[in-house]
Each structure stands twice: as structure tokens, then as C-alpha cells.
């Protein structure tokens, strides 16, 4: 089925705030799904894959700063989503990038990486060179870089697979991020180890599709989008009951 980027986002919206998300990091997170749907990124698939593990999250859990300096930033997420562990770790390390030019951040024990991407969009059209790395624990290994240009809304990302696992490799469950002012940062691989290039999206392919679904809708699964309307009928439930809960004289009737 298809669905306009406002059906989409604003469908995303009342499953995140059904599911405990605070109402503006729902419009934040429905941002993030809806703009990687958009750009033919999996966006929803992204989501579907991690929704067990999101609903598990304990929202009142929130991130913590195990390192900083002026130039750095180490966070755990504290097995959290992205969407929930990543947004005030970007801020900080955009605020240092424009102090000093550059700036690193990692995100430690964090899941649903890849729904960061909507989120350095946002960075990059804030005029910041931004470039996010992850490695997923998996056969084969693999390695996953994302791009953007200053001022730019549309990524440049790049796969490999790593033939030779390092002897140092441990599970990695964290994310890097880097930004710059004035250095433009976009993926490219430089390895002592063999590897095979797995996937290459660039910024007028990606265009490209943003452009189709734009005119013509976006893809949509239909199984996933009606998870996300039963999850977005919690928040119809709980306003019904606030409401009724609210209805009729208080304690005190002072009207």
C-alpha cells in the first residue's frame, strides 16, 4: 500500500506517544521513520525489526555522560533506541562542533542505529558536515558509513562487509558520530583488511527516490502499518480515559 508522508508521519506520531514517548520526542521519532520511508532507506522496516526491543525500553532510563571534553563526547544509551538515546547526544556534539570546530561523539549500548539518520538530516541542514559510523556484530562483519554535507538534507552511505575480522573485534552495540564546520566528511574505506562493498546509495539516487515518493506516495507494508495503528490506539485509549477521568465537578466546583 501507499501513504503520503503526512499519513505516515502522522501515523508514527500516535504509535510513539502510545508506546510512552514524550509528545515532542514522538514528532522527533516519527520524523526519523518517516524521512528514511521517504528517501526508500527501510525506515519502517528499521522500526519493525527493533518494535519488541522498543517496547521494552524503560523511558525513564536516560542517557548519561560517562566522558566529555571539549571535543568529545562518550554516552550510553543504556540499551536504549536511538530514537530515545541519540537526540541530546547530537545536540552536545553539535554545540562543540560549532565551538571548536569539530567534534566527536560516541554512543554507547544503543539499538535501532540506523533510524539515526533522519537525525543527522536535521544536523546537516543546520550547516554541520556530519559522518556517523557503526559495525553490526554479525557473519560477515559488517561496516556501515553515512554522510552528509553541509547544508545538505541527502546522505551519501556506504556498506562493507569485512572479510578478515579483526583479532580486536568485540560486539559493538555503539555508534560514532564526527562533525565538522568546514570539512566535509563523506564515507569513503581505507583498510588494511579485504573487503567487499555491499551497498552504495549517493545523494542523487537517494534524491531521486525521495522525488518519486513525494509524487507518486510512499511504500508502505501493510502488516507493519497496522501494528502501528494498534499501538497508536493506546494514546486514543488513554485520552478517553483522562477525559472521562476529567469530566464533571471537582472537589471544588469554583466556576
Known amino acids: ?32 521513520v518517516a524521512w528514511m520511508q521517504c ?30 571534553d571539549g571535543d568529545l563526547a562518550v554516552i550510553d544509551g543504556h540499551g536504549q533506541s536511538v530514537l530515545r538515546s541519540s537526540t541530546l547526544a547530537l545536540e552536545l556534539g553539535f554545540a562543540k562542533a560549532r565551538a571548536r570546530g569539530l567534534a566527536v561523539i560516541k554512543v554507547r549500548h544503543c539499538h535501532n542505529r540506523q533510524l539515526i539518520m533522519g537525525y543527522l538530516a536535521r544536523l546537516a541542514g543546520r550547516g554541520m558536515n556530519v559522518t556517523a559510523f557503526w559495525r553490526n556484530a554479525q557473519q560477515p562483519l559488517t561496516e556501515q558509513v553515512v ?11 556506504r556498506v562493507y562487509a569485512v572479510q578478515e575480522i579483526p583479532e580486536e573485534n568485540e560486539p559493538n552495540n555503539a555508534i560514532t558520530i564526527v562533525m565538522a564546520n568546514h570539512v566535509d566528511l563523506l564515507p569513503a574505506m581505507r583498510s588494511d583488511y579485504r573487503y567487499d562493498l555491499l551497498a552504495h546509495h549517493d ?49 471544588q466546583d469554583n466556576d
Open 1 to 32: 500500500m501507499k501513504a503520503s508522508y503526512n499519513e505516515l508521519q502522522g501515523l508514527c506520531l500516535k504509535a510513539f506517544i502510545g508506546m510512552g514517548f514524550e509528545e515532542g520526542d514522538a514528532a522527533d521519532a516519527a520524523d526519523m
Open 39 to 68: 528517501f526508500g532507506l527501510g525506515g519502517l522496516a528499521a522500526l519493525s525489526r527493533g518494535l519488541d526491543f522498543l517496547l521494552e525500553d524503560d523511558p525513564d532510563d536516560l542517557p548519561s555522560v560517562l566522558y566529555q
Open 147 to 157: 554522510g552528509f554535507r553541509a547544508n545538505s538534507s541527502v546522505p551519501e552511505i
Open 203 to 251: 545523494e542523487s539516487t537517494l534524491l531521486a527516490s525521495r522525488n518519486q515518493s513525494l509524487t507518486e506516495g510512499i511504500e508502505v507494508d501493510e502488516a507493519v502499518w497496522a501494528r502501528l495503528k494498534h499501538l497508536a490506539s493506546r494514546m486514543l485509549v488513554e485520552a478517553t480515559d483522562a477525559s472521562r477521568d476529567g469530566a464533571g465537578a471537582g472537589a
